[in-house]
């Protein structure tokens, strides 16, 4: 599932619903820990054991975990697989196991970890407890190994769309590129987002340009000392800080729903990062933006990187094929979702219309017969060819190569001529990205026809792509200037007034939070207020209508939103404003004050039976109202004695 998908509920809800406690192995000390306060938030008890907390925290985590007090715990791999954690683990019952961040099982994943290898033995010693691996970022050969890995042998594999529509997707040449960012930033001010770089020195000389600039940002990178690496981490979780500029390891761990933009002010090394990285954006579903910039000299970067890590030469050819993949991407005039989508295995055909190319679309042209020929040579070369030589072929090389493989008697030979070596790297870079075919990367990077390739190919479905001459453009780092903004459209009175209580609310949230000790999402997300200022629940059992407002957080929570609210909707009635159930409102605003049915309806021109109307409606809804005004005690227990009588479950 993608990044902000649900991955997590997919382990939470049998957790809480299963006896026992659930074993949730994660990576990441700062996910363990959002995680664990925000399922606390919703009174499910949680905990976490891993290298941050000391020895007497540890042993109280412990104590709970074998009263069975505990119903998630979450633990590092390092911390699961230790001698000392093992006699803890077999005392507990667990109710299942689930592993985060699955790719890092795997050697051609894109964050390989050596621990995770060890946690088969899962599976082994623990035979009767169900065992799930989660992952966001992980392509078909990455999802094989995990499986290969754990020691699953009939294993049910679930693969939800990769798709993230609420995010758009936008790649501009790095020329410039700190005059765009305050550009693209000068529109969101006020919003959380993350700015990923690739360099430390590079993430505080940019934190202070925005400084400089008025943002409210700070940097984050390995080199601070941990004090103020947490620092940072909380000031942007509770909204103190609304833009980081980080390395890579920033965000991972937090689980922050309303992060509005991601920008890459350097290249990622690979697409399974960079979606990864841009997941962090808009989790709470409403529309986010993630902004990457390129160029060749990030890629020349990345290079240098991998030629002088530790690993072994298989794996640094696949760092380096996956490298030349994400600049392939950044360059392709392809629509930016078909392209990652396809990357991880998604057939998407049609184009999405919420990216840079959608909506200032390249001239194109019917590449059918184009598209025929590449794909026609790649199976008669037993798809053993990467991109280059498939090119050579098609453009009649006598290389030594092609001539002892025996290539240069196929059909397909030398029918390319019409296109130089450069628009046939351009025309397959689109070939790959809109899906016609994949690398295979655990056969020396060969390519292969998909079954979309095999439809164009063998069943008369037509392609267009972009002109070939589009690629001098692209090189020369040419961008297409931006249509003006349309102007604002005019918002009607009631948008006026849901925005307006909606700031209001903002604000309720962010004072509760802070007595609280908590992250503002973690008492209402975004898209939950946004609904409580369409509805105007002003009664606690409004309140049960409205998305992400549970009885706990009712309970914990609702009182201050309602009270916010009430007084709203009063001020704007007393402006001639209308809203659903006024009256009752107004009715039971002025019982409280007043305390006489008779006196109100004197007030309002209303007969007494329709202000006890409106009182019942309160009431009934959880309206604070003492009835004993009304009903004698022993009238009382009469009536509720008799109220099993009907159909209908009343209780006073």
């Known amino acids: 599932m993608p990044t902000g998908g649900g991955k997590s509920l997919c382990y939470q809800i049998p957790a809480v619903t299963l006896e026992g406690t659930a074993v949730v192995v994660s990576p990441l000390i700062a996910l363990m820990k959002d995680q664990v306060e925000e399922l606390s938030a919703s009174g499910v008890p949680a905990a976490f054991l891993n290298s941050s907390i000391d020895h007497e925290r540890a042993r109280n985590v412990e104590n709970a975990l074998l009263a069975g007090q505990v119903k998630l715990l979450y633990v590092s791999p390092e911390k699961l697989v230790s001698q000392g954690f093992q006699p803890l683990l077999k005392r507990l019952k667990v109710s299942l196991f689930a592993i985060d961040e699955a790719h890092c099982i795997s050697a051609w994943g894109h964050d390989f970890r050596p621990e995770y290898t060890q946690l088969r033995f899962l599976k082994e010693q623990f035979p009767g407890a169900p065992l799930m691996a989660l992952t966001a970022t992980a392509d078909k050969l990455t999802r094989r190994d995990i499986i290969a890995q754990l020691g699953f042998h009939e294993a049910l594999e679930f693969v939800s769309s990769f798709d993230r529509p609420n995010i758009g997707l936008y790649v501009r040449p790095g020329q410039k590129r700190l005059q765009q960012l305050f550009e693209f930033l000068e529109a969101r001010r006020g919003q959380s987002g993350i700015i990923y770089c690739l360099a430390r020195k590079t993430c505080e000389e940019v934190a202070e340009k925005l400084h400089q600039r008025g943002f409210s940002a700070s940097y984050y990178h390995a080199e601070m000392p941990a004090r103020l690496r947490s620092k940072v981490q909380e000031d942007f979780k ?105 990357y991880f295995g998604e057939p998407y055909s049609k184009n999405c219309g919420h990216c840079d190319i959608c909506k200032h679309p390249p001239r194109q042209f019917d590449a059918t017969v184009a598209v025929q020929k590449a794909l026609s040579a790649i199976l008669r070369t037993q798809e053993s060819v990467g991109m280059q030589l498939l090119t050579d072929i098609l453009r009649g090389s006598q290389r030594r190569e092609i001539m002892s493989a025996g290539y240069h008697n196929i059909k397909t030979f030398g029918m390319g001529r019409e296109y130089s070596f450069d628009q046939w790297m351009y025309l397959l870079s689109q070939m790959l990205h809109s899906g016609l075919m994949e690398i295979a990367y655990e056969k020396n990077n060969a390519l292969r026809v998909t079954e979309l390739g095999r439809e164009i190919l063998f069943e008369g479905k037509t392609i267009e792509l972009a002109l070939p001459e589009a690629q001098e453009k692209t090189a020369r780092g040419k961008e297409k200037k931006a249509s003006p903004p349309p102007d604002a459209p005019v918002k009607s009175k009631t948008e006026s007034l849901r925005d307006e209580l909606l700031n209001r609310l903002i604000q309720v949230r962010r004072t509760v939070a802070q007595a609280e000790g908590v992250p503002p999402y973690n008492v209402f997300d975004d898209p939950t207020l946004q609904e409580m200022a369409q509805v105007m629940p002003f009664l606690p059992a409004h309140l049960n209508e409205v998305s992400g407002v549970g009885t706990y957080k009712r309970k914990q929570f609702g009182a201050p939103f309602l009270a916010e609210i009430r007084t709203f909707m009063l001020e704007k009635i007393q402006d001639g404003a209308r809203f659903p159930k006024m009256s009752h409102l107004i009715s039971w605003d002025m019982y409280g004050r007043e305390g006489s049915v008779e006196k109100i309806a004197a007030r309002r021109g209303f007969a007494p039976i329709t202000i006890m109307g409106h009182l019942l409606y309160a009431y009934e809804h959880g309206g604070d109202i003492d009835i004993s005004t009304w009903l004698s005690p022993e009238a009382r227990d009469v009536i509720q004695g008799a109220l099993p009588l009907f159909e209908k479950p009343y209780v006073l």
Do not use: W
């Open 238 to 342: 509770f909204d103190r800080l609304h833009i980081v500029c980080a390395t890579v390891a920033f965000g991972m761990g937090i689980n922050k729903k309303d992060v509005r933009f991601v920008v890459h002010y350097n290249m990622p090394r690979n697409l399974e990062s960079y979606y990864q990285e841009i997941g962090r954006a808009g989790r709470d579903g409403m529309p986010s933006d993630a902004l990457l910039f390129f160029s060749y000299a990030d890629v020349m970067a990345y290079r240098e990187m991998i030629e002088e890590g530790e690993s072994t030469p298989q794996q640094k050819e696949l760092k380096v094929a996956k490298l030349e993949r994400m600049y392939q991407y950044a360059e392709a005039p392809v629509c930016r979702r078909k392209t990652v989508l396809n």
